[in-house]
């Protein structure tokens, strides 16, 4: 029987060695069929079923550190690499996505003032089965030099979608891509095929580029020819920006209600505001709220524990939304340090001018609290090196 890789033919098979080679393949995590009528045995590769959308946002502007030169480089070096193991890529928008893809994708970069090192952010719907490609990207990042972070995305996401920001220094420009541009690729590529790879027999051989192997068997005096994707990693262009401005300011809008026949329990109903006063986008604000004397307030408001974050969140037309503890045990935290961690429930990005807020929060004075009471507020984004403190703070402070 003809024997065929993909559309090479590779020879001629005895038909009683086709349960051995069906038996192979299977083994290797390879696609194998046998068709009689035609005398053919046909081999693919291991991701051959596989259908990866990439999303085409064109129509999303007004971020003025996007790189979309440099954006449409790493897409095309993940799809090279993702044809060498016979999966095939089609770039979607998100009304013309069929559902039926196996991995959905969008790759977001940005050239960023004041950062050291790049960042590659992912942001994708945990799962125990995720671990084994989100732990192989994060140790080859962290061998590139490059900073790992890992994010949940909203739930309204479809769980196969996988978002990619990268992120780095302004002031490498051009060169940032001789030094880091074919890592970059390298670490995104494997997490890929790690992920499409995880159900199949053998992950290592179902993902491997036989035909690339064949190639050099059958020829060995050809030489490989150079892949201009990846040249192209070390000029993609930089862009052109004024001069960027990472800041942001917070403020209190508080009231203090006391009962004057007990004034040293009072209750606080406040809201902390955030608004970004700088000309690029902030995200994932985290909030730091320090009581002092520690202990002396308790908080209630529509800030649900992490692990009821899913189930409590409020609901909006872009899926969950609001604030969460980020610890479990953070009535504990608070007793003990006087601090209370709260971060977003999913991504929140703020544009420049852009406003959110900790809203309808109940802080409550305990009778044992001392003659001053005092909240502080201080804020950390994620993703840039912007950390401020509220421009006001709660005191209360009480006169015998």
Request: a negative charge; one cysteine or more.
């Amino acid at each position: 029987m003809n024997l065929y890789f993909k559309d090479k033919l590779l020879g001629v098979l005895p038909e009683s060695a086709v349960p051995n080679l069906f038996l192979f393949c299977h083994g290797l995590g390879l696609q194998i069929a046998v068709n009689r009528t035609e005398n053919k045995v046909q081999v693919n590769g291991g991701l051959s079923n596989k259908v990866i959308g990439i999303f085409n946002d064109e129509y999303e502007t007004g971020n003025p550190l996007r790189n979309k030169a440099c954006e449409e480089v790493i897409i095309e070096a993940v799809r090279k690499t993702l044809s060498h193991s016979g999966a095939s890529t089609r770039t979607i928008t998100e009304k013309t996505f069929k559902n039926n893809e196996d991995l959905l994708l969008s790759v977001h970069v940005y050239q960023i003032p004041r950062i050291k090192q790049p960042i590659l952010e992912i942001f994708h719907r945990s799962a125990p089965k995720e671990f084994e490609w989100i732990s192989l990207m994060k140790s080859e990042a962290d061998s590139a030099g490059i900073k790992f972070s890992l994010q949940e995305l909203n739930s309204h996401e479809k769980h196969q979608t996988v978002r990619m920001h990268i992120m780095y220094p302004q002031e490498n420009g051009d060169h940032f891509w001789e030094v880091y541009g074919y890592k970059l690729a390298h670490v995104i590529c494997l997490g890929l095929l790690c992920r499409l790879s995880r159900n199949s027999l053998s992950f290592a051989f179902a993902a491997f580029p036989f035909e690339a192997l064949l190639d050099f068997i059958t020829s060995p005096e050809k030489k490989p020819e150079s892949d201009p994707v990846l040249e192209d990693l070390q000029t993609a262009p930089s862009i052109d920006s004024k001069e960027l401005i990472l800041s942001a300011s917070a403020y209190f809008d508080y009231h203090i209600i006391s009962k004057q026949s007990n004034p040293k329990n009072p209750k606080i109903y406040c809201s902390l505001f955030i608004r970004n006063t700088g000309n690029t986008i902030l995200v994932n604000p985290v909030v730091c709220l320090r009581i002092s004397p520690k202990g002396t307030v308790s908080i209630t408001g529509q800030i649900v524990p992490p692990k009821a974050a899913d189930t409590l969140a409020i609901q909006g037309s872009e899926g969950s939304k609001g604030w969460q503890f980020m610890h479990d045990n953070w009535m504990e935290q608070s007793e003990e340090s006087g601090e209370v961690w709260i971060k977003p429930i999913h991504e929140l990005s703020l544009s420049p001018g852009e406003s959110t807020g900790l809203t309808n929060l109940q802080l409550t004075v305990k009778n044992n609290a001392d003659s001053q009471t005092k909240v502080e507020a201080f804020i950390y984004f994620s993703d840039s090196s912007v950390q401020i403190e509220a421009n006001n703070k709660i005191s209360i402070m009480y006169i015998n």
